[in-house]
């Protein structure tokens, strides 16, 4: 008999979830993938097979719209009528924050619930509705075993050097560090990559996450050992809407000129990146597709901070061996990776034109002294995995 495994990725006001199915060999497979979106306003429950075939969909009115525990109850309830015999042993969640204690996915208990809501200050955009969705399973489903897979694990072991600001040592105490985030993507990378490309063993790798939020890593021999997203989500590269790696000084600047906390925020979260320079659109479809000269800038810090950092990175393993792209953007967008790779010529990147256009495996040309991958992330397939190893033990 198979098992199934239930993946949960909790946001503000949308649950994307996947199920996964476990025959004892192998990668676990899924088998549905949807979402429950408009918590809060008027939640939307919509399904999908494997093949992207519709399964279901339903809508709730507004007096039950921030009922978390009934929309996760009715979820489970139509997942189990579809499992077809097999047994479902657990879920696993996307968790943003796990602090300095946890390197790898742990099974939930209250006092990791409690000490996990300690976190929501470092994380206070996505730690409270990562929280809010294990806390409504659980009251739905008390017996149903949950995993925390939190997007910092894979940093934890990084040289000290990665995880300190140069700031008093009370603060760094207090937990002020260079925390790293999407770290289930890079752990990712870092299991699928020796399958693509055998040849690479224990190579230095970076790899650029490229989705609405981006970031990038120095994976050495399958560790993380730097990455440009630092105390927050916020740090490192510019973004969809954020504004990446900003001078304090600014902040101070913004501070005396009367803006508070809040607005400061939502300005560098919400306002910044992509949106912020174009003035147009976070979407970099949009932006590749306009001729407006601030979009065609947008276009270009953001390459050009990749490139930059791609030197960083290089220099935190001591050379390079390859550069992998991944996400939305790395996986699918053409001009961007020429772009970058314009600019890494100097390290080395051949990049082959017709197997960039076609988002090849492999784009860059044989002769190029550094390989370049396209390899396409799997967020919820690496929770499932997790959830399957701390449940099963293998
Ligand atoms: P998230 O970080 O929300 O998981 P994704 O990894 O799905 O996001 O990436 C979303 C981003 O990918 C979008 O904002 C869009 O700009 C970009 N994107 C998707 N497809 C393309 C494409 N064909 N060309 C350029 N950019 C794309």
Not at 103 to 121: I, Q, R
Not at 189 to 215: T, W
């Amino acid at each position: 008999m198979s098992n199934a495994i239930l993946v949960i990725n909790a946001g503000s006001s949308s649950l994307k979830f996947s199920v996964f199915r476990d025959h004892g060999g192998g990668d676990p497979v899924v088998t549905i993938n949807g979402q429950i979106s408009g918590i809060g306003t008027q939640p939307v429950f919509d399904a999908k097979d494997a093949q992207r075939r519709p399964l279901a969909e339903k809508s709730w009115g507004a007096g039950e719209a921030s009922d978390r525990t009934a929309l996760l109850s009715y979820l489970l309830s139509w997942i189990e009528e579809r499992l077809e015999g097999a047994t479902l042993i657990a879920a696993g969640h996307r968790v943003v924050h796990g602090g300095v204690r946890h390197a790898a996915p742990v099974l939930l208990t209250s006092a990791l619930l409690d000490e996990l809501d300690g976190l929501v200050p470092l994380a206070p955009l996505h730690q409270p509705h990562n929280l809010a969705a294990i806390r409504a399973l659980a009251e739905a489903h008390p017996e149903l075993p949950q995993v925390t897979c939190f997007d910092t694990a894979f940093h934890r072991n990084q040289p000290w050097q990665a995880q300190t600001f140069a700031i008093p040592r009370e603060l760094t105490e207090e937990g002020v560090r260079r925390y790293g985030f999407h770290g289930l993507s890079y752990e990712y990378i870092a299991r699928r990559l020796p399958e693509i490309a055998p040849e690479l063993g224990d190579s230095r790798v970076v790899v650029a996450h490229l989705g609405s939020g981006a970031s990038m890593c120095a994976i050495h021999g399958g560790r993380s050992v730097d990455s440009t997203m630092g105390f927050t989500a916020l740090d490192g590269l510019p973004m969809g809407t954020r504004c990446g790696t900003i001078d304090p000084g600014v902040l101070i600047y913004l501070m005396r000129k009367g803006m508070d906390a809040s607005a400061i925020e939502k300005m560098l979260y919400n306002k910044s990146g992509l949106l912020g320079v174009s003035g147009i659109s976070n979407d970099m479809r949009a932006l590749l597709e306009s001729s407006d000269p601030h979009a065609q800038e947008a276009v270009e810090l953001f390459c050009f901070r990749i490139a930059k950092e791609t030197g960083a990175l290089a220099a935190s393993m001591g050379g390079v061996d390859a550069v992998v792209f991944t996400a939305g953007i790395g996986e699918r967008s053409a001009p961007v990776r020429a772009r970058v790779g314009d600019k890494l010529a100097w390290m080395g990147v051949e990049i082959d034109a017709a197997a960039n256009e076609a988002n090849a495996a492999k784009i860059s040309t044989p002769g190029s002294r550094l390989p370049v991958y396209v390899i396409p992330t799997d967020e919820e397939r690496m929770i499932a995995l997790h959830t399957r190893k701390v449940l099963t033990g293998r």
